[in-house]
């Protein structure tokens, strides 16, 4: 009895401090900035990695980089944890909110704020979305080069966060080389300010740090980014393999004789049926594994790389060679690729791992990851960016069936312990999150992980901001 009344005194307690959080922040901000109804909250519950589920406590949508602060100002003085929110499309739990979490969304802040194309860089608010930017700048022939799939609605805070990449990194590289400056919010709400416009900064390489450190670090608001001048011509073209294996070494000989077209992404025979059943891209239906190969420049640079491309895919026993004709059928053979999640996403639940390897692994990688997957009785689509070396093997179930959920979540895990195991990453651009948090110990000893641990707490001493994600949660400091 005087337990049960213990336990309704606690719950009291717990009831009053939350409204006493939401109140407060309320009168902080501007009206209309804070969300606090259990329905309204609903939307920010998850992100792109569905697994996991987590009402916050409460969601503020900020406009200016000063309320970010008061937010940060507050949070830091009670203690409570902050999650950060671009589009919530990460899909390794990144944006999920943990219990009692005060989530800080920057979709509000999506003004482009200059665009200098003397300096070839642009300032924009973190809320702005990637595509937004190529938009903006599209017109005078320039882009913004690390293109997720999900660049119609990722924000760039959200690809900082991430060190986002996409199909046409190989050759431009992906955020982190792609960012010159930020403005940022600290925990405790000062606000500073790392890079440029210039393209080297004096001291540490802060910036460098802060591009893929999943919001743990501070609350980025304003990106200076680079632009970049396209190219004269671009074209896609299909390469069509008897084998999976072909395509793979045909890959890593393409890198090595020094060649970089724009893209090579790779699909295996379920991902290629996936995704011409949905985008109709004209992909052959008679291959084993394509290779979407982008070469761009002036029509002779464009016909040279061809050639030794080509040269190279014949040695690897190659079947069908297409090249696109019109711009119409190179956006085709684009969204073919570009909607291979969403496409996959129509006939069956999936998780899409994210590891990196050598490419002289990818052929022994792609195989085992086969085996693995069908060890569990499950199925698997391959579609990834193999210039890159990075593979996003979508692993198929029933995320109604728990047996089901779990044997996908046990094969991911294997699949990426094996990407390191062959001297790769459990990562290639989609960040660790939660759903990797527990296998950095796979990856790195008890010194690399203190040594990280390090440099998150000299900038969040506390670990307010986003703290369940990116490392184990034993091991911690308390
Ligand atoms: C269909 C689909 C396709 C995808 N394709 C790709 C792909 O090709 N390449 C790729 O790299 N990823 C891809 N992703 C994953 C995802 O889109 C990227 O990780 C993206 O960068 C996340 O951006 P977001 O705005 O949605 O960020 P969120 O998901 O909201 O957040 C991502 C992380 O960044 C942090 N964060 C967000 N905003 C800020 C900020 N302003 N300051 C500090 N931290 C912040 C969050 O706390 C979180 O840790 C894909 C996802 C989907 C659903």
Known sequence: MGGAIALKQADKNILERRK??????????????????????VPFETDGFIAYRQLPLVVTLPRTTEEVSKILKYCARYKLPVVPRGAGTSLSGGAIPQGDAVVVGLSRMN????????????????????????????????????????????????????????????????????????????????????????????????????????????????????????????????????????????????????????AIEFMDKPAIEICEAFAK??????????????????EAEMETMLAAVIEIAKRHGVKTIKESQSPTEAAQIWKGRKSAFGATGRIADYICMDGTVPLSKLTEVLR???????????????????????????????INDPQDAAKAEEAGNDILKLCVDAGGCLTGEHGVGIEKRDLMRHQYSEADLNQQMAVRAAFDPDWILNPSKVFPLEGRPQ
């Open 368 to 398: 085992k990851t086969g085996e693995i997957v069908a060890s569990y009785g499950l199925r698997v689509a391959n579609v990834f960016h193999a210039g890159d070396g990075n593979m996003h093997p979508l692993i198929l179930y029933n």
């Open 20 to 41: 006493q959080i939401v109140d407060d922040l309320t009168d902080l901000l501007p009206p209309g900035t804070v969300i606090s109804d259990k329905h309204e909250l």
């Open 111 to 262: 003004r482009i704020l200059d665009i200098d194309f003397e300096n070839r860089a642009a300032v924009v608010q973190s809320g702005v979305t990637n595509l937004a930017i190529s938009d903006a700048v599209s017109a005078d022939g320039f882009f913004y080069a690390p293109d997720p799939s999900s660049q119609l609605a990722c924000t760039i805070g959200g690809n900082i966060g991430m060190n986002s990449g996409g199909p046409h990194c190989l050759k431009y590289g992906v955020t982190t080389n792609n960012l010159l400056g930020v403005k940022m919010v600290l925990f405790d709400g000062t606000i500073i300010e790392l890079g440029g416009k210039a393209l080297d900064s004096a001291g540490y390489d802060l910036l460098g740090l802060v591009c893929g450190s999943e919001g743990q670090l501070g609350i980025v608001t304003e990106a200076t980014v680079r632009l970049i001048a396209k190219a004269e011509g671009a074209r896609p073209v299909l390469f069509g393999f008897e084998t999976s294996e072909g395509a793979a070494a045909c890959v890593a000989d393409i890198i090595g004789a020094g060649l970089i077209p724009v």
């Open 281 to 298: 891209a004209g992909y052959p239906l008679d291959v084993e594994a394509l290779l979407i190969v982008e070469v761009e420049g002036s």
